[in-house]
């Protein structure tokens, strides 16, 4: 990569850090997939129970098999039929897991993590419940400020999940959010974390990747 676009990254990606620190956050850089995991299976280490948001970018690190391989209890509701009482059970005990890993749909460089759900349980387990959560974000996640991270929902995130999940919503076609109607809408809540909440025990990790929509 040229060194004047990793040197621009850095700044972006170091802000980013700094300002998710002074709202309480606990914030770190990732240079790859590998520091990463090491550091998940360490967050993970006192843990007997890990919980699964709906999230690529935490799959895509293979780290599920091998929480699973430590012998933690793992809520993956991907891992079961959807709409079943034992996928929503699942949902419902990532709430209440000693770890939940989950990613975001933006970050802010002013220190604000921003999410929306179909469902609301990612953004639940995030804010009050599990012991500690962990945000795993590609610095592809980042934008400058909350009406950055609103754009970013509406052009990138909603559209692109909307396509993985093969809703017949109206941004599959258009690329970007109409605010639709649409019985299988997927944006129903939209959660923005300015502080780290009372209770709660939240570390934000940016991979030096483009990982997840
Ligand atoms: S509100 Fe509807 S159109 Fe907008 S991103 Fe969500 S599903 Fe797509």
Redesign the pocket.
């Known amino acids: 990569m040229d060194d004047f676009v990793k040197a621009h990254e850095k700044i972006i990606i170091d802000t980013t850090i700094e300002s998710l620190e002074k709202h309480g956050f606990n914030a770190r850089f990732l240079p790859n997939r590998e520091e990463a995991v090491r550091f998940i299976l360490d967050l993970a280490a006192d843990c007997d129970s890990v919980g699964i948001a709906g999230t690529h970018t935490v799959r895509a690190l293979g780290v599920v098999p091998m929480l699973e391989r430590a012998g933690k209890t793992v809520y993956d509701h991907w891992s079961l039929k959807p709409g079943t009482p034992e996928e929503l059970d699942c949902r419902r005990r990532q709430m209440q897991s000693d770890l939940f890993l989950v990613s975001a749909n933006a970050l802010t460089m002013t220190g604000e993590i921003v999410n929306r759900d179909g469902c609301g349980n990612r953004i639940n387990a995030m804010t009050f419940g599990p012991r500690k959560v962990l945000v795993v974000a590609g610095k592809n996640k980042i934008v400058s400020d909350l009406d950055a991270a609103i754009a970013r929902l509406?052009e990138v995130a909603?559209?692109t999940r909307?396509m993985s999940l093969n809703?017949k919503?109206?941004?599959v076609k258009t690329g970007y959010?109409?605010?639709?109607d649409?019985p299988e809408?997927?944006?129903r809540i939209t959660s923005i974390i300015h502080r780290q909440p009372i209770f709660s025990n939240i570390t934000v990790c940016i991979l030096d990747e483009d990982l997840g929509y």
């Open positions: 509406e909603g559209p909307a809703r919503t109206p941004c959010c109409m605010d639709c649409s809408r997927i944006c």
